[in-house]
């Protein structure tokens, strides 16, 4: 099949953010505070913050999902694009990176949107489905360790209503996904999550080619 999708170098790419990037300063910041820590290259790009926020806001979302906090970045820019009474149920293991995130949603006036869970995400993504949540979510973000990218996902599936979006980081997974020499287990993950979903007819699927991938499933 021809390729119709541009390869983006740093020219192109530099023009892209030129003519679309609105990066509103407080995300800004915490870009570049989060460049400095040894794990800098987990937080997605400036152009892909900005697409999902623009979903939140397409859907009219007030209900939120996030499997994987980090420093902060996605769950800032969906809050940000969330109503006053809009929440984001942001899941994450690590005490150290999260804090990095709430100062920043305490200095972008969201902290009362986002309602952190500190544990493993497949734990707390059981314990709503307990609690009755099922059905109730707008939209959730899947990106986290890539070996329970599945699970996360079946959790998620039942967490969204019919209509609610599922966006999954790192499909493309920098090229090695379509190498056949890389078989290392997160690489194998990746490549077997994607053909799950590709066959899923749960959803309707668009796989974005934006940084890294990011697969969009709707709910049906
Ligand atoms: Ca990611």
Redesign the pocket.
Known sequence: MANKTLGLDSQLYEYLQSVSLREPEILAQLRQETAQLPMGR?Q?APDQGQFMALLVQLMGAKKTLEV?VFTGYSSLAVALALPPDGKVVACDVSEEYTAVARRYWQQAGVADKVELHIAPALETLAQLLAGGQANTFDFAFI?ADKSNYTNYYEQALQLVRPGGLIAV??VLWSGRVADPQVQDNRTKSIRAFNQRLHQDQRVSLSLVAIA?GLTLALKR
């Open positions: 987990m997605i994987g990106d980081d790192n890294d």
